[in-house]
């Protein structure tokens, strides 16, 4: 598996790769690797291409900071389907909302969008989205960070929780200029 950053020129290095790679199946037959076409995935944030919430998706290997010219690399590959998430809200005023879900990202995502469609304003990003006038389809989201199963054993959903306190600290999104209201600290200790 050959992990990059997908630019304009990936799809031509594949088609390359694909092109001469029997060059290296013939010369090393012993080598299983070799004997499959090569495999490419990309960082970053994609499309699953098969749900209802790809149009909102913001894609890309990398997002700026909310707040300043900072750029921050999204490791791995995610999709709408990734699970055990950090993920970021941008609503079309530029606000940045930081949260966490052990489901797929496309399920909380069409959630947020549902307490929008319902009136709900008691949660932060529904009661924005409804006082400013903004609509359920203006909301976009990307995958920020995954946190995969982990290796020694442990909380996964601690550590989850841990990672969205670092991004909502580290993106400034906490309230009262931004979408976060509050974040746990007791989860440190």
């Given amino acids: 598996s050959y992990v990059s950053q997908y630019n304009s020129a990936s799809p031509k290095f594949k088609s390359i790769l694909d092109k001469h790679w029997h060059l290296l199946r013939e010369a090393y037959p012993s080598i299983l690797e070799f004997q499959q076409g090569p495999m490419m995935s990309y960082q970053g944030m994609y499309r699953c291409k098969g749900c209802a919430q790809c149009r909102y998706v913001l894609v890309g290997p990398e997002f700026d900071h909310p707040h ?64 400013q006038g903004h609509t359920s389809d203006e909301l976009k989201f990307r995958v920020i960070q995954h946190v995969p199963p982990l290796k020694r054993g442990g909380d996964r959903a601690l550590a989850l929780k841990r990672a969205e306190v670092k991004w909502i600290d580290r993106l400034g999104t906490l309230s009262p200029q931004v979408l976060n209201h509050d974040f746990d600290l007791h989860l440190f200790l």
């Fill in 68 to 131: 300043s010219d900072q750029k921050y690399q999204i490791r791995g590959y995610n999709t709408c389907d990734t699970n055990f998430a950090v993920y970021m809200l941008v609503c079309p005023c530029g606000l940045v909302y930081v949260g966490e879900t052990t489901q797929k990202v496309k399920d909380r995502f069409s959630q947020h969008r549902s307490t929008i469609h319902t009136d709900n304003r008691s949660l932060p990003v529904s009661r924005h989205c409804l006082e």
